[in-house]
């Protein structure tokens, strides 16, 4: 059964360090999405990606952070200068469709952990 | 945007008997209502969804109800299992524009299954 994929499973880094989070999502798939969770909190919608462009961000996702799709099959999430707060687990999602058909698939995460 | 209120935040029952997680949402356009099932350390996994054109959808020992005039769905688990045991979100999407889906998270709600 295809899945998204996501490395590293686990990062720690220092405060004002750059951070990359690699994503490959499934292959058919056009709709893309970072979602995160504060460890013991809800799953928190960061940005959606469609054709090549930012669809929708939350007030989460300020400048520090960006998305790319750098080739046909990787999705990442870049945190240019992290902070303490950033410590999280990060979930990529893909679907294939919008609306009610459009079931998020979601990879098995990303913990960043920033000390 | 969309808001999602989910109740309880816990809930412990015995092997055996049933839980039942409720939820609320504020986007009357929301069309779309998956539940998740995550546990410890995992990504979150659908488990159930309905769609807007029924009030109950069910699969063995899991159902979900929609009341669309009062915005509110609910699970049910039935002959719950200590396998049952983990933290339960509703979610709710947020149209965006013609560019996907946009899922809004409840709180969660950890679920105890007493053997």
């Known amino acids: 059964e295809p899945e998204v994929t996501q490395t590293p499973s686990h990062q720690v880094t220092q405060m004002g360090q750059e951070v990359i989070l690699r994503c490959v999502p499934i292959s058919n798939h056009l709709y893309f999405y970072w979602y995160r969770q504060i460890l013991g909190q809800k799953v928190e919608f960061l940005v959606s990606f469609y054709n090549n462009e930012i669809s929708e961000k939350s007030e989460i996702f300020d400048d520090q952070f960006s998305v790319e799709r750098p080739d046909g099959s990787n999705f990442t999430l870049k945190i240019r200068s992290t902070k303490l707060e950033d410590s999280a687990m990060y979930f990529c999602a893909s679907s294939a469709l919008m609306g009610a058909d459009g079931e998020l698939f979601f990879g098995e995460g990303s913990r960043l952990t920033v000390l | 945007g969309e808001n999602v209120e989910q109740h309880p935040s816990t809930l412990s029952v015995q092997e055996g008997d049933s839980a039942v997680i409720k939820c609320t949402y504020s986007d009357s356009a929301s069309n779309y209502f998956p539940w998740y099932k995550q546990e410890l350390g995992k990504r979150p996994q659908l488990i159930i969804d309905i769609r807007s054109n029924v009030g109950e959808k069910k699969d063995q020992r899991i159902a979900v109800t929609l009341n669309k005039t009062a915005k509110h769905f609910s699970l049910h688990i039935t002959e719950t299992q200590p396998e049952d045991s983990a933290v339960y979100f509703c979610?709710?999407?947020?149209?965006?524009?013609?560019?996907?889906?946009?899922?809004?998270f409840g709180g969660g709600t950890r679920v105890l299954v007493k053997p």
């Open positions: 979610a709710a999407p947020s149209m965006i524009k013609a560019a996907g889906n946009k899922l809004t």
